[in-house]
Structures are given as C-alpha cells and as structure tokens.
C-alpha cells in the first residue's frame, strides 16, 4: 500500500510537472547577415518575450496545443506571422531571420505603422539620394512636406506652420542640434549639420510631438546615422562642390566608424544674382560617428562635427529693374568696400548605452558645443532711382527716361559672439509589447559673449537720414565734426555676457491595444524646465491618441494636444539695439491637432491621403523682424495669437517603383502687440497658403533612366519699411514660385548592372544634370529700402534670388 501511494504520488507529480510545461519555445532573432537582433517581441498562443541582447528568447506554455500562432515584431524590422503545428514536442527551437524595412522605393508597401500612429511623416534614404535642389537634400524635402514653407532656396531653414526658424528641433541620434546666431542670409549658411551621405532614416513631426522631445514650438525633425555593415566608399562631385564618405567595421563586428568631409561653394548661385561682385564662399565640414560594442550589455558612441564657413565678398554694382508698367523704376547701385563672415562651429557627443535588461535601455550622453562668429563689414553705396520708358511704342521703351533722385548709404559692422553649450543627458526605456515608459533627466549649461556694433548712414539728396537740421554740404562749409554732428539712421554698439543653466526633465507612457479589431494608441507625457537666468519653471503636459478602426478601407484617426512652451535661447533675449532682457518668459503654445489618414491602392500600388487640421493659441509671444534669413526680436514678451489651418498631403507611387507626393497647406497666422491699438495683424511668417510636389519617374522598363522633379508655389511674406511700427509691416511680397529638376542616368546600383569595364569598381554609379529654377522666375527674398527725401517717398527694391542655373553632379558608391 506505502509504495503505491508514493508510486501514485510520483506519478501524479510527474503529470503535473510535464502539464506546467507543455511546450517550451526556444527562439533565436538574425538579421539577414545572421546578426543576432534584441528586442524582438514575440507573442505565442497569447504569451509574450522579447529577445535579449543574443537575440534569445523562451516562451512557456503551461496549456498543451497542437498548433503554436505566432507573432514577431520589431521596430525596424518586417513583422513575421508563423504557425507551428507540435506533434506532442514539448521544447522547440526556432530561427527567425527578420528583414530590414526597405530603403528601396518599394518599401512604400510596407505599412509603418508605428509611424502612422504618432502622426510622424518618414523619408526614405533612396529620396534623399536623387532629390534635385541647391540646398541640402534632406531640408529640400522638408519643405515639400505639408505646413512646411521657405521662400529661399539658398537657406536650410524653414517656417513651419507659421513658426519663425528658430522654433524648430533638430536632432541626430537623439542628440539636439544648434544652428548659428548671426546668419542674415541664405548665402551666409553654408552646410547644413545634416551629412544626407550618412543618413539613415528621417522622421518629421509638424506638431502635437510627444514630450521625450524637447521645449520649442513648432516641429522636430528627427534624424538617425546608420551604423556600419561593411566597408564602403561614397563620393559625390558637382558645381557646386564635393563630398567623400568612408564606413567600415572590424572583423569582430564590435566597432564601426563612418566619416565624411564636404566642401561646398555657392559661387554657381550667388554669381546669378542682380549684385556684380567678387563672391568668394568656401564651406567646409567633416564629421564622424563611430560605435564600440564593449559587452553584450555596454555600446559606447561618438559623434563628431568640425564646420568652417567663409563668406568673403567685395561688391562692385548692382542693377535691379522694378515696379509695374505704369511705374517702371530701375536702380543702378555703385559699391565701394567689402563684407567677410566666419562661422566656425566644434560639435563632440559621446554616449554610452546600457541594456540594463531585456525590457529596460538607459542612455548617457555628454554633449560640448561652440560656435565662434564673426562679421565684418564696410560697404558705400551710391545709387541713381531712375524711371523707364513706358511706352510700348516707343523705340526707347524699357530705358531710362528721366531720372528720379540720388543717394547713399554706408553700412558698417563689427560683430562677434561667441558661445559655448554643454549638456549631460540621461535617458532610460522600458519597453514591453503593448506598453512602454521613456523618462529623461537633462542639465545643460550655456555662455555666451557677444560683441554688437553697428551704424547705417542714410543720405538722400545731400541730407542725411533722419534729417534734423542743415545738409551735409553745409555741415562741410561750416567744419561740424561728423561724429558729432550726423545724426545716423541706425547705430548700435553693445557689449553682452551670458552665463546660465538649465535643467530638463520628461517622462512619458506609450499603450496600445486591440479590441474588437480596433487598434489603440495612447501617449500621455509631462515635460518641465528650470532655467536659472530668470528663475522660470515651465511644465508641458502632452497627450497623442490614435485609433485605427476594424473596417474594411483603412483608416488612422489621431487627435494630439498639450503645451509647447520655448524659453528664450540668445537671438530672443537680444533686442535690436543688442541689449539683452534677462527677465524674459517662456513663449507658449497649445497646440490642438486632428488628423486623418486613409491609406487605399489605385493601380494595385499603394497611397496615402493624410489631412491635419490644427489650431495653435500662442501667449506671451516675443514679436520678431525678418529680413532674409534674420531674425530681430523685441526681447519683449508682449503679444498674444494664433495659426490655424489644414494640411494635406497625398503620396504613393504615381509611376511604379518611385514614390511622389504632393503637399498643399492653407493657414493664418496673426499676433496682437499690446499698446499698439492694431488690434490682431499677420505675423512676418504668415505666409497664407504653400503647394508642393516632390515627383520621380522613370523610362518605361527601363528604370535607370529617372527624372525628379520638385515644385514650390507659396503666398508673399508680409513685410514694410525700416524702422516703422510692426503694425504698418503688412505689405505683400510677391508669390514666391520654383520648379528644379533633375535628370538622371543610373549606370550601375543595386538593381541595375553593368557590362561596361569602368563600372566594375563601383557598387553604383550614377550622373545627375540639374536645372534649377526651370522657369526662370525671380523671386523675392527681402527688400532693400532707398528714400528720396526732396518728394519724401520711400522704394522697396526688391532682392531678388537666383536665376536659371545648370549644375552637373556624379555620385559613385564602391
């Protein structure tokens, strides 16, 4: 009886034992090298696991089944769905081999859902690679995007649904991007930070982003640098300058290093505009990103910038036509002097990762930024305002028929600034299948020392401006002392220093869940800040809800809200006349967004219809002056307003194989100036409506041959005189219209080979011919105001920007 019991017992142990583990799942994650891949989520029967940093995993199930329902997902990899029948196994060991989204064209059949769910529109490499444009390829394709417009083809820069450039972030692998502060052209800027050689991925956000990024009002644009996979040499040479990329990793597959120089010049662009002078830009950047894999747990980065920008020129005339038929004016312009600008910038980042679990990342990163800037200037203007013949009928049509007046003005400027930025970062994610936390901790600290001196003399007619007593050919015959006696139309000369700290905190809660068939998306996140020049604590709460309902079409609908406050960097403290406010606020935005996504197939390709309509109310607003691509603040937190409108945009593949779209935007942007009595007036960037289209095309059967073409229509920027009230600044400038294209012969790539000898060393190869400015149209970036003080009239000249150019550029791969 004793040893039948025991013998019961043991059996009955046994059967519960062997019940409790049915089936044991061993599952291992490769790339297509047969890289191990961690953080692969699988969901087996209703159990989950994801994979640790050997790309392991082990699912237990306690029920006994005869078939295994299987679901592998990853962010940057194709989701995998498998069936495994068991026989009775009880442990089972399976491979998944996860395949990259493609950074093909046809990736587009690929559905980011991630992507659609936050609301975040993402660039594939392959169109960063054959955009045609006299900017940087990855800013030229943010401007085509809806409630994104520029109206200067020679600047990186762009308002985003009426935001001015500096409310816009930046970052390169989680690590946010400066821009310089003195920059008052587009000619001026140089390279961008953003190396298009190394990029691998491009997500942009127009508004309603989530708290993890940071305090600014308008959009984030998020870039990521690949990581090495192999050795590879990429270079690029055109008019306009030339570029070499190396990337490599060791045979252990522990360390990667990617580096590229660039050298640009904008001699081809600026020598087409109105002004004869002696152009002498020389841009130069190197950069690098580097990875070292120390254990299964511990990855350690580098990211590194070296940029030297200069702008020397030495103007010698300068002739614009202007005015309308019935007044048809051209002024001649006579120089004498010159204008040299330096911007030097040093960017070094290192980061050290840390896979605390399977679940659980933390990021440290330490970050040093400096920029030395230096303009000076010293250029004597003498101009003749002329007016034309009019008359169609006459011989003499379109010469100069009487003259109107005389002038000059002389500029003059010495300015420095130089500033330093540090910061220590610390960010941690816990991720599981449906929920994920992400919090951050950030100190940075900035000084900054500026010197700001500058005067502009006016003299029209033999009186300087603003007139205040006898000319200047009195002030010669009676011996006045200039400096003491000439009353200046502008003059300012200031010397500042800076030195404060900030400190940053976010946290923030991703869920998503299915019901009914429907899918869920919820983020929820509070972000806060303490700077200590003005001893101000911003807190900015953020929610971003998404809904993806069981129907048979497919639809996304995505509402997002929450506070976007911007504490002033420099450019916001600084007022016009180079004093610095350090009791300045934060400015603030709420932004409402609602959106809608309709994805749906025509030809059997795939399209999206993607439309957003916002309203951002903005409070303690600091108004600003744009002339160019500068930006003169009041240094006065003395207006409210707000930007509504709705974007649109439709993207797919209009020609099989290469993805298009086009943009349109239609929106008000308007503040209220308290003490003006103007009541609401539009904002420099209200704009009022952009349409764009990026498009690509192909030879029928026969894709090496391409075409791609972009188009930029947009409303007139409001603008006014000098010195005259923010009110009275609401004069249209013209539309501002653009067509470049680019034609393009690929010899050799990945899908394309080649029997000619010469392509044997090249992975691709392939030779743009660009045309800029297809249509010739000049448009205007900013006016150059003359005045005539015997009839008391001011003329807005305008400054016009590039003409039609041709630029030849071959790119090679090895």
């Given at each position: 009886?004793?040893?039948s019991?025991?013998?019961?017992?043991?059996?009955?142990?046994?059967?519960?034992?062997?019940?409790?583990?049915?089936?044991?799942?061993?599952?291992?994650?490769?790339d297509?090298?047969?890289?191990?891949?961690?953080?692969a989520?699988?969901?087996?029967?209703?159990?989950?696991?994801?994979?640790?940093?050997?790309?392991?995993?082990?699912?237990?199930?306690?029920?006994?089944?005869?078939?295994?329902?299987?679901?592998?997902?990853?962010?940057?990899y194709?989701?995998?769905?498998?069936?495994?029948?068991?026989?009775?196994?009880?442990?089972?060991?399976?491979?998944?081999?996860?395949?990259?989204?493609?950074?093909?064209?046809?990736?587009?059949?690929v559905?980011?859902?991630?992507?659609?769910?936050e609301?975040?529109?993402?660039?594939?490499?392959?169109?960063v690679?054959?955009?045609?444009?006299?900017?940087?390829?990855?800013?030229?394709?943010?401007?085509?995007?809806?409630?994104?417009?520029?109206?200067?083809?020679?600047?990186?820069?762009?308002?985003?649904?009426g935001?001015?450039?500096?409310?816009?972030?930046?970052?390169?692998?989680?690590?946010?991007?400066?821009?310089?502060?003195l920059?008052?052209?587009?000619?001026?800027e140089?390279?961008?930070?953003?190396?298009?050689?190394?990029?691998?991925?491009?997500?942009?956000?127009a508004?309603?982003?989530e708290a993890?990024y940071?305090?600014?009002m308008?959009?984030v644009?998020?870039?990521?640098?690949?990581?090495?996979?192999?050795?590879?040499?990429?270079?690029?040479a055109?008019?306009?300058?030339?570029?070499?990329?190396?990337e490599?990793?060791?045979?252990?597959?522990?360390?990667?290093?990617?580096?590229?120089?660039?050298y640009?010049?904008?001699?081809?662009?600026?020598?087409?505009m109105?002004?004869?002078?002696?152009?002498?830009?020389?841009?130069?950047?190197?950069?690098?990103?580097l990875?070292?894999?120390?254990?299964?747990?511990?990855?350690?980065?580098?990211?590194?910038?070296?940029?030297?920008?200069?702008?020397n020129?030495?103007?010698?005339?300068?002739?614009?036509?202007?005015?309308?038929?019935?007044?048809?004016?051209?002024?001649n312009?006579f120089?004498?002097?010159?204008?040299?600008?330096?911007?030097?910038?040093?960017?070094?980042?290192?980061?050290?990762?840390?896979?605390?679990?399977?679940?659980?990342?933390?990021?440290?990163?330490?970050?040093?930024?400096?920029?030395?800037?230096?303009?000076?200037?010293?250029?004597?203007?003498?101009?003749?305002l002329?007016?034309?013949?009019?008359?169609?009928?006459?011989?003499?049509?379109?010469?100069i028929?009487?003259?109107?007046?005389?002038?000059?003005?002389?500029?003059?400027?010495?300015?420095?600034?130089?500033?330093?930025?540090?910061?220590?970062?610390?960010?941690?994610?816990?991720i599981e299948?449906?929920?994920?936390?992400?919090?951050?901790?950030k100190?940075?600290?900035?000084?900054?020392?500026?010197?700001?001196?500058?005067?502009?003399?006016?003299?029209s007619?033999?009186?300087?401006?603003?007139?205040?007593?006898?000319?200047?050919?009195?002030?010669?015959?009676?011996?006045i002392?200039?400096?003491?006696?000439?009353?200046?139309f502008?003059h300012?000369?200031s010397r500042?220093?800076?030195?404060?700290d900030r400190?940053?905190?976010?946290?923030e809660?991703?869920?998503?869940?299915?019901?009914?068939?429907?899918?869920?998306?919820?983020?929820?996140?509070?972000?806060?800040?303490?700077?200590?020049?003005?001893?101000q604590?911003?807190?900015?709460?953020?929610?971003?809800?998404?809904?993806?309902?069981?129907?048979?079409?497919?639809?996304?609908?995505?509402?997002?809200?929450?506070y976007?406050?911007?504490?002033?960097?420099?450019?916001?403290?600084r007022?016009?006349?180079?004093?610095?406010?350090?009791?300045?606020?934060a400015?603030?935005?709420?932004?409402?967004?609602?959106?809608?996504?309709?994805?749906?197939?025509?030809?059997?390709?795939p399209?999206?219809?993607?439309?957003e309509?916002?309203?951002?109310?903005?409070n303690?607003?600091?108004?600003?002056?744009?002339?160019?691509?500068?930006?003169r603040?009041?240094?006065?937190?003395?207006?409210?307003?707000?930007a509504?409108?709705?974007?649109?945009?439709?993207?797919?593949?209009?020609?099989?194989?290469?993805?298009?779209?086009?943009?349109?935007?239609?929106?008000t942007?308007q503040?209220?100036i308290?003490?003006?009595?103007?009541?609401?007036i539009?904002?420099?960037?209200?704009?009022r409506?952009s349409?764009?289209?990026?498009?690509?095309?192909?030879?029928?059967?026969?894709?090496?041959?391409r075409v791609?073409?972009?188009?930029?229509?947009?409303?007139?920027?409001?603008?006014?005189?000098?010195?005259?009230?923010?009110k009275?600044?609401?004069?249209?400038?013209?539309?501002?219209?653009?067509v470049?294209?680019?034609?393009?012969?690929v010899?050799?790539?990945e899908?394309?080979?080649?029997?000619?000898?010469?392509?044997?060393?090249?992975?691709?190869f392939?030779?743009?011919?660009?045309?800029?400015?297809?249509?010739q149209?000049?448009n205007t970036?900013?006016?150059l105001?003359?005045?005539?003080i015997?009839?008391a009239?001011?003329?807005?000249?305008?400054?016009?920007?590039?003409?039609?150019?041709?630029?030849?550029?071959?790119?090679?791969k090895?």
């Amino acid at each position: 009886m004793r040893q039948s019991f025991w013998a019961i017992l043991f059996l009955a142990f046994a059967a519960r034992v062997a019940y409790g583990q049915a089936h044991v799942i061993e599952c291992a994650f490769v790339d297509q090298k047969g890289k191990p891949v961690s953080q692969a989520f699988i969901n087996i029967n209703g159990v989950t696991a994801v994979s640790d940093s050997l790309g392991k995993a082990t699912v237990t199930l306690a029920t006994p089944t005869d078939t295994l329902q299987i679901l592998v997902r990853h962010i940057s990899y194709q989701q995998i769905t498998d069936r495994i029948y068991t026989k009775k196994q009880q442990r089972i060991r399976v491979t998944y081999k996860l395949s990259e989204f493609s950074t093909e064209l046809e990736a587009v059949e690929v559905r980011d859902e991630r992507a659609r769910m936050e609301g975040t529109t993402v660039i594939q490499a392959r169109e960063v690679e054959f955009y045609a444009g006299p900017t940087s390829s990855v800013e030229g394709l943010i401007k085509t995007l809806p409630g994104v417009f520029s109206n200067s083809e020679l600047s990186n820069q762009y308002n985003v649904r009426g935001g001015s450039f500096d409310e816009n972030l930046v970052y390169v692998n989680g690590i946010e991007i400066h821009r310089p502060f003195l920059v008052r052209a587009g000619q001026q800027e140089g390279l961008s930070f953003i190396n298009p050689d190394m990029v691998e991925a491009v997500n942009f956000s127009a508004g309603g982003f989530e708290a993890r990024y940071g305090d600014k009002m308008s959009s984030v644009l998020d870039i990521r640098y690949r990581k090495p996979t192999a050795f590879g040499v990429r270079t690029q040479a055109s008019f306009m300058g030339g570029s070499v990329t190396t990337e490599g990793i060791s045979k252990d597959k522990k360390f990667t290093a990617m580096g590229s120089a660039r050298y640009r010049t904008n001699q081809l662009l600026v020598g087409s505009m109105d002004t004869d002078a002696d152009f002498r830009p020389r841009f130069t950047d190197l950069q690098a990103y580097l990875t070292y894999e120390i254990s299964t747990r511990w990855e350690l980065s580098f990211l590194g910038n070296y940029s030297k920008n200069i702008y020397n020129l030495i103007p010698t005339s300068r002739t614009t036509d202007f005015g309308t038929l019935q007044e048809a004016l051209r002024v001649n312009i006579f120089f004498e002097g010159q204008e040299n600008y330096n911007f030097t910038t040093r960017f070094g980042a290192f980061t050290g990762t840390y896979n605390a679990s399977d679940k659980m990342q933390m990021k440290f990163t330490g970050v040093i930024f400096q920029t030395v800037e230096e303009e000076n200037f010293d250029v004597i203007g003498l101009y003749r305002l002329n007016e034309l013949n009019n008359d169609l009928g006459s011989d003499d049509f379109g010469e100069i028929a009487f003259l109107r007046g005389v002038g000059g003005f002389h500029n003059y400027g010495r300015n420095t600034l130089d500033a330093l930025v540090y910061n220590f970062d610390y960010q941690g994610t816990y991720i599981e299948e449906d929920n994920s936390w992400g919090w951050g901790i950030k100190w940075q600290g900035e000084d900054i020392i500026d010197r700001y001196k500058e005067f502009e003399r006016i003299d029209s007619a033999g009186y300087s401006v603003p007139f205040t007593g006898p000319s200047v050919q009195d002030w010669i015959d009676r011996n006045i002392n200039y400096a003491e006696g000439l009353d200046l139309f502008e003059h300012f000369d200031s010397r500042e220093a800076v030195r404060s700290d900030r400190l940053m905190a976010f946290v923030e809660n991703n869920r998503s869940w299915d019901k009914n068939g429907n899918s869920f998306r919820l983020n929820l996140g509070l972000r806060a800040q303490y700077w200590s020049l003005n001893g101000q604590t911003i807190v900015s709460p953020r929610a971003n809800f998404s809904w993806k309902p069981n129907w048979k079409s497919d639809w996304v609908f995505r509402v997002a809200s929450g506070y976007y406050q911007q504490p002033a960097f420099y450019r916001e403290m600084r007022n016009l006349a180079g004093s610095i406010n350090r009791d300045i606020r934060a400015q603030q935005s709420i932004h409402f967004v609602a959106a809608a996504d309709y994805g749906f197939k025509a030809k059997d390709r795939p399209f999206r219809l993607v439309t957003e309509v916002y309203h951002k109310q903005m409070n303690y607003l600091i108004p600003y002056e744009i002339d160019n691509v500068r930006l003169r603040y009041s240094a006065l937190n003395e207006a409210v307003g707000f930007a509504t409108g709705i974007d649109t945009r439709v993207h797919g593949e209009f020609v099989p194989g290469t993805e298009s779209w086009a943009s349109f935007s239609l929106f008000t942007v308007q503040e209220n100036i308290e003490g003006d009595g103007a009541g609401f007036i539009p904002r420099p960037t209200d704009n009022r409506f952009s349409f764009s289209i990026f498009f690509q095309d192909h030879l029928p059967n026969n894709p090496s041959s391409r075409v791609s073409l972009t188009l930029f229509l947009g409303g007139g920027f409001p603008h006014g005189a000098p010195q005259t009230p923010r009110k009275e600044q609401i004069l249209r400038a013209p539309l501002y219209r653009r067509v470049d294209i680019g034609f393009i012969k690929v010899l050799k790539d990945e899908t394309i080979t080649s029997n000619w000898k010469a392509m044997k060393p090249f992975k691709a190869f392939w030779v743009s011919v660009e045309v800029f400015n297809l249509l010739q149209i000049r448009n205007t970036v900013s006016y150059l105001w003359i005045r005539d003080i015997s009839t008391a009239n001011q003329y807005a000249v305008p400054n016009y920007l590039t003409d039609r150019l041709i630029n030849l550029k071959v790119t090679a791969k090895f």
